[in-house]
């Protein structure tokens, strides 16, 4: 995908409003992640048609039942990780990738993985386009992790579960953080997971609504 300069920074206006109404004004106190929400160019996430709402308080549709999270949220996942720059980071579910790109501005690697596989390709052109070199994607089943990758500092998964699959946190290494929507199909609590040696704890940052993680650990397709 061919990107110009000037696709990159339309928007920007929008891009900070979006900061401040939403991100800062909601108690967002990272900066990086201020920073960095106030760059990447979230309209390009979107198909063309959707991109004047682009920058708006809401999640919107990206295809195949899939959507781009609210801003907010994004933002406030990608905070309580407390992503210093080095770490190597899993994502479960890449979607449109906007969210795998803000990760990727803050951390040393990420590994993304998407079970659609028309996301997958058409994501990694658009992240290949804006020049990141930091990501590597796996089309899978994400309910498994990644293995031969692990261990990870840091774990998203961008999509709701019934509970954290103990692949994943076997996965996570020692004082790793993971974040994930967790509850019923329809609504769910933010869950944050630290590890330390053989305790997991974990803690309720609010409420959200995800589309289903599906796979052999989360929810059938058929539910």
Not at 130 to 137: A, C, G
Not at 157 to 181: F, N, Y
């Amino acid at each position: 995908m061919d990107l110009t300069e000037s696709d990159i920074q339309a928007y920007a206006g929008q891009r900070r409003k979006m900061v401040e109404k939403q991100i800062l004004g909601r108690g967002i106190k990272d900066l990086s992640v201020m920073e960095v929400l106030s760059r990447v160019p979230r309209h390009l996430f979107v198909n063309s048609s959707l991109q004047h709402r682009a920058y708006g308080d809401c999640p919107l549709p990206i295809g195949e039942n899939q959507t781009i999270s609210q801003p907010y949220i994004v933002a406030l996942m990608t905070q309580v990780l407390d992503l210093k720059g080095g770490e190597r980071v899993l994502e479960i579910g890449t979607g449109s990738g906007y969210q795998t790109a803000i990760l990727a501005e803050l951390a040393s690697h990420v590994f993304t993985i998407e079970r659609v596989k028309p996301l997958v390709k058409k994501t990694k052109e658009l992240l290949e386009g804006l020049k990141y070199k930091n990501i590597v994607f796996k089309t899978f089943d994400g309910t498994y992790g990644w293995r031969d990758q692990s261990p990870f500092d840091a774990i998203l998964i961008s999509a709701a579960t019934p509970s954290i699959p103990k692949s994943l946190i076997e996965q996570l290494a020692d004082k790793g953080r993971l974040v994930a929507p967790v509850g019923e199909r329809e609504s769910q609590d933010l869950i944050v997971l630290n590890k330390n040696g053989n305790k997991v704890m974990e803690r309720k940052i609010g409420s959200c609504k995800f589309v289903p993680l599906i796979g052999k650990f989360a929810w059938s397709e058929e539910e």
